[in-house]
Every structure is written in structure tokens, then in C-alpha cells.
Nanobody
Framework: QVQVVESGGGLVQAGGSLRLSCTAS????????MGWFRQAPGKEREFVAY????????RYADFVKGRFTASRDNAKNTVYLQMDSLRPDDTAVYYC?????????????????WGQGTQVKVSS
């Protein structure tokens, strides 16, 4: 079992930045790829970013490319999502998830463990 906990959400003005953190415990952290997803009110959960086991490979949804950066520190069992140039439509609950060998890194169903989410609100 892996426990996943996100932190770092909050209220920020458009154009501002936030850094989300996600800590996973319970099993060897480097054995899991980590994904970030988000869900806005009335919308389905959507893929935001993924980072590979070592952190050498990342992938982003088109709507965050160039603005968000995923990174990880396996020594600290932590993955980060640096969010810059935030826009009001980035407002959502952001979730961190872990998967061992997913068939697809963008499919939420492939992830085994999820955090409780952290709220990000961007004001205009």
C-alpha cells in the first residue's frame, strides 16, 4: 500500500505561481511513476503531467506545456509540480497519483494510489 499526500494549493492571482508537493510513503518511491491530474467543478478529472521513475522523462498536457514543470526527489519521496503563469481556468482540485507499470500515463484508471487532492484557485 502507498499513501499519497498533496500539499501546496491555495489562492493566487492570474499570472502568479504555486508549487505543489506530493509525498508518497509505504513502498519504494522510485518504483512508481507519478502523475498529476486535476478536476474542476462540473468537469471530469484530466491529466496534467507525468514524471518517470528517475525523473528523466516528463510529459504534459498541451494546456500546461511551457507553464508547469514536474520534478521529483526520490531521496525525499516527493514529487513537485511547479505551476507558473497561472490562469483562472487552472482552478481545480489537483491530485497526485502513483502507478507501478501503467499502460498509459495519461489514463487515470492506470494509477493505483491517489492523494486526497489540494485546491488551487486562480483569481482574475
Amino acid at each position: 500500500q502507498v499513501q499519497v499526500v498533496e500539499s501546496g494549493g491555495g489562492l493566487v492571482q492570474a499570472g502568479g505561481s504555486l508549487r505543489l508537493s506530493c509525498t508518497a510513503s509505504g513502498r519504494t518511491f522510485s518504483n512508481y511513476i507519478m502523475g498529476w491530474f486535476r478536476q474542476a467543478p462540473g468537469k471530469e478529472r484530466e491529466f496534467v503531467a507525468y514524471i518517470s521513475y528517475s525523473g528523466s522523462i516528463t510529459r504534459y498536457a498541451d494546456f500546461v506545456k511551457g507553464r508547469f514543470t514536474a520534478s521529483r526527489d526520490n531521496a525525499k519521496n516527493t514529487v513537485y509540480l511547479q505551476m507558473d503563469s497561472l490562469r483562472p481556468d487552472d482552478t481545480a482540485v489537483y491530485y497526485c497519483a502513483a502507478a507501478d507499470v501503467p499502460s498509459s500515463v495519461v489514463d487515470a484508471a492506470e494509477y493505483d494510489y491517489w492523494g486526497q487532492g489540494t485546491q488551487v484557485k486562480v483569481s482574475s
